[in-house]
């Protein structure tokens, strides 16, 4: 049986017979989110969001799962809407578009006693380290990751096409950013697959079908008013192609290759110019590029500290848990 056909199987494994999934409610009430490897629960982290971290159980049941841990209901009314918009996501980029990806399954579990506060665990199968792209970085030549952004590129193609064509009143957006994507060599041709559907980043008749201010959850609640309008900036992005492309672009500053960036500007212009002129996109100049990497970078490192601000007075001084994990220190 292949580890797609095993998913569901491996999926009921945590669940017991009243439907609850007991592993992951103990691993949510021993959770220490400054230190996420050392609870109950033995994991291995194999990644973090500006909100989430990425985990594998280490249980000969659960091994080779990746778990995605989004802390930001307060309803299973809310829970149930993110979870119904993030199947449907996979189901349009995969059945609609046609994108490769991992087989993905859900499972939510609360994280206090008095039921007001849900997690929510996005799963696939674990992809190797040395598949995933922004892995590859750090060796890489421009000549062997070229071949590598064309299947990306193709990918954000299909998808602006299917916005342009579809009569369905669907428009799909993406999070391009080169961590999200595993490459892969098979004697029957090499190929891309696409690994981050935990944002159902798509609207039909122009309504969002995630809910956005969800995302402010993880903010200072004194400053969540104020941070309305940047969630909206950053929810919008994914929605232009253009700056799509400027953000995976971007992106190789924070991977700490910026050497690579002249090339991949060609490439894409290259690709602009010839492969999607209907879209009309203007060229991308590596000025503006710099310029929006300087903007995001600040938007996050703002964002960063006000929750490290944050953390500490519900830690320290209200004595209370905090419920997202925080990374110490990302290159930028």
Known sequence: MSMKGKLGVYLSKIENESGEFEILQLFESSLDTVHPDQGEIPIKLLGFGEISIVFEILTPELKGLAFKRLPLFESEAQVTRHIKAYHEYYTLLTEKVGLVIPEQ????????????????????????????????????????????????????????????????????????????????????????EYLDTSTPLFRKDGEEAMEVALFLKSAPSFLQWMLKSLATEVVERYYNLRDVFIDLIANFYKEQRSDLIPALISQINEFILEKIPELEISPISEEEVVKYYKHDKFIWQLYLGLRRFDRFLKTKILRKKYDFYLPEKIKR
């Open 105 to 192: 399954k859900s499972a939510w579990v609360y994280m206090n006693d008095e039921h007001t506060k849900i997690a929510l665990y996005c799963i696939q199968k674990k992809i190797p380290a040395e598949n995933v792209v922004s892995s590859m970085l750090s060796s890489i030549s421009a000549e062997k990751l070229k071949p590598i952004v064309a299947l990306i590129l193709q990918e954000f193609k299909k998808i602006w096409q299917y916005n342009r064509n579809n009569t369905e009143m669907i428009e799909i957006g993406l999070d391009g950013q080169i961590s999200n994507w595993a490459y892969f060599k098979t004697p029957t041709g090499n190929h891309i």
